[in-house]
């Protein structure tokens, strides 16, 4: 038999009804009761085809209105949401003390009554250490130019380093711990608890660990201990001072 959307039926009678289309599903009035129950002011059809038009309008401002009114009729609505961008805040850099400001403030002077070789043993047996842990150990069958490379890398503050060759004859035989590593001088301090100050340039310095001696040119050396640590330094074959 036919139903009341024109299904045919076979064998038992089969009723079907047809779902409502989408917009009569929205713009319906609600019953008396439920908008009593939800406190609702009811609204006539038109009034509510105006508020969802305007809604949707609203939530999907990238759809034109023949888009949104030929959803109404096809299929579901999915609001969409637009997050709103954040704005990334700008870190402002804070500013450190220039050059200047740091002599004056003496921030790299060593007060004469720290001035004395005993105090920084400790820290040359820190340094023994940290050497060691670089190397992953310096053992006699050690390859030589791996640890060079390495302990060109490495920080000097706390080795004793001693002056070997020189243009200036004075400096020769200088040997105490590094207590600061400047970009052109060393800051030494010697058994005699004197603090030396020892240009790089023109001067070359060695120092040993576990049977390892490393020569240092001083002429090729002219870094920060920060920016050596990501320098790579070329084989010569011989240098001069």
Same mark, same amino acid.
């Given at each position: ?46 009034? #509510? ?24 009729? @096809? ?7 637009? #997050?709103?961008?954040? /704005?990334?805040?700008? @870190?402002?850099? /804070?500013?450190?003390? /220039? ?128 920016? @050596? ?13």
């Amino acid at each position: 038999m036919e139903g009341e959307c024109g299904c045919a039926g076979s064998g038992a009678a089969l009723l079907t009804r047809c779902p409502p289309p989408l917009a009569v599903q929205l713009y319906r009035r609600l019953p008396p009761q439920e908008s009593t129950d939800l406190r609702l002011q009811p609204q006539s059809s038109e009034e #509510a085809k105006a508020f969802v038009n305007a809604f949707l309008k609203l939530s999907m401002p990238k759809k034109k209105d023949n888009a949104i009114q030929d959803m109404l009729t @096809r299929k579901a609505v999915v609001l969409e949401h637009y #997050a709103k961008k954040k /704005t990334k805040q700008k @870190r402002k850099k /804070t500013k450190g003390f /220039t050059a200047k400001q740091r002599r004056e403030m003496c921030l790299f002077e060593i007060e004469p009554k720290q001035q004395r070789y005993a105090i920084f043993l400790p820290l040359h047996q820190l340094w023994k250490q940290y050497i060691r842990d670089l190397c992953h150990g310096l053992r006699p069958e050690s390859q030589p130019y791996i640890v060079q490379g390495k302990l060109l890398k490495a920080d000097l503050h706390g080795a004793i380093i001693t002056v070997t060759k020189s243009k200036c004859p004075s400096y020769v035989g200088i040997t105490g711990i590094v207590l600061q590593e400047f970009k052109r001088v060393f800051k030494i301090i010697t058994k005699e608890d004197k603090l030396k100050v020892v240009p790089k340039f023109n001067n070359v310095f060695s120092f040993e660990i576990d049977g390892f001696i490393s020569y240092i040119y001083g002429n090729k050396f002219q870094l920060r201990a920060s920016e @050596r640590s990501a320098k790579k330094f070329k084989v010569r074959g011989s240098i001069d001072l």
